[in-house]
């Protein structure tokens, strides 16, 4: 019955900046499982954007992301907010919230066990 919401896309320009967020409930893990942001744009793969890691010890960015994207987890356990900062239009994707399986590797996607419906983000030129 995990359920993920996320919410927060919309229309930017270049250099604007959003802020996407999830809710997940009725978690079935531990608080030990991290939430993490995939994207994926049309006609490319899912890209890891951002996770916590195991107990909230660590936060991974993806390389394209990193410095301009802040991941902010309520210690990891029921909320994920992605602040983003100079959006590009390289940025725009379909962002997914996702809640990893324990004992699995954070930046694959296969990890991830639930994941919500997705929020668009589309960045102009």
């Known amino acids: 019955q995990v359920r993920l919401v996320e919410s927060g896309g919309g229309l930017v320009q270049a250099g604007d900046s959003l802020k996407l967020s999830c809710v997940a409930s009725g978690r079935t893990f531990d608080d030990t499982v991290g939430m993490g942001w995939f994207r994926q744009a049309p006609g490319k793969e899912r890209e890891f954007v951002a996770a916590?890691?195991?107990?909230?010890?660590?936060?991974f960015y993806g390389d394209s992301v990193k410095g301009r994207f802040t991941l902010s987890t309520d210690n990891g356990k029921n909320t994920a907010d992605l602040q983003m900062n100079s959006l590009q239009p390289e940025d725009t994707a379909v962002y997914y919230c996702?809640?990893?399986?324990?004992?699995?590797?954070?930046?694959?996607?296969?990890?991830?066990?639930?994941w919500g419906q997705g929020t668009q983000v589309t960045v102009s030129s």
């Open positions: 916590v890691g195991w107990n909230g010890a660590k936060v």
């Open positions: 996702a809640v990893r399986r324990p004992f699995s590797q954070v930046t694959l996607s296969a990890s991830y066990a639930y």
